[in-house]
């Protein structure tokens, strides 16, 4: 059982539509991150989300954590083919004296051109 | 700008052999991780390491060790390599950002394939 349930599992549209794909957990979690690994590379941090209902833009992106901080949701405008990659959220977890993150599977996007 | 390097990209290693995969950064991190990603299992804790010589065990340990001499290194070793172990190895180390919040960096990945 995943902690962190991304949706939707696959994800393929058209350059220039908008999507929003989705991190849920039935946990709390103090923060979560965003990712994203482009072929053949490693996840590189997108954002961290803190406050729930918190909202941050990263030009294109706009990241939400739910008012629980029990979700968190990623929306792009405008899609463009440099926005394909594998998108990860994360969250930090504590099994005992050890703080670790958990990962969910991810969403993987292709934006066609 | 942080620099997570591994040895190699990619890697075809025969059952039985041993196999050691090299991990590099250079922001003086404390903190390091070696995961492995596969499709439908997504990203899995082999080991982390805390600081120098110390190390812990992730949530699939069995059929890896690991090594850390030196603050910079972190290495990954597959005592006798079988076929379920193919799989993208990512290494990670990671910063403290304020407020008890961790940024983890990662390197490009080795795919390891085992025949």
């Known amino acids: 059982t995943q902690l962190l349930e991304q949706s939707p599992q696959f994800l393929s549209i058209q350059e220039g539509e908008n999507l929003t794909v989705y991190c849920n957990s039935s946990?709390?979690?103090?923060?979560l991150q965003w990712y994203r690994q482009e072929p053949g590379e490693g996840p590189v941090l997108l954002v961290t989300?803190?406050?729930g209902g918190e909202v941050k833009k990263l030009k294109r992106l706009t990241f939400q954590f739910g008012d629980a901080r029990k979700d968190s949701s990623l929306h792009i405008t405008a899609a463009q083919p440099g926005d394909t990659g594998l998108y990860l959220c994360?969250?930090?977890?504590?099994?005992?004296?050890?703080?670790?993150?958990?990962w969910g599977l991810g969403t993987s996007l292709a934006v066609n051109p | 700008d942080v620099k997570v390097t591994q040895s190699s990209r990619y890697l075809v290693k025969r059952t039985g052999e041993k196999v050691f995969l090299e991990c590099v950064q250079d922001?003086?991190?404390?903190?390091m991780f070696w995961y492995r990603q596969d499709p439908g299992l997504g990203l899995r804790l082999i080991y982390f390491?805390?600081?120098?010589?110390?190390?812990e065990k992730g949530d699939i340990p069995e059929g890896y060790s690991v090594s850390r001499e030196k603050k910079e290194r972190f290495s990954l070793i597959l005592e006798s390599a079988s076929t379920n172990q193919t799989s993208m190895y990512l290494c990670?180390?990671?910063?403290?950002?304020?407020?008890?919040?961790?940024?983890?960096?990662f390197g490009p990945g080795t795919r390891l394939t085992v025949t």
């Open positions: 994360a969250g930090p977890w504590y099994a005992g004296n050890n703080r670790k993150l958990i």
């Open positions: 946990s709390v979690f103090s923060s």
């Open positions: 989300v803190v406050t």
């Open positions: 922001m003086d991190h404390e903190n």
């Open positions: 390491s805390y600081d120098v010589k110390m190390k």
């Open positions: 990670a180390s990671r910063k403290p950002l304020a407020g008890g919040i961790y940024e983890q960096y």
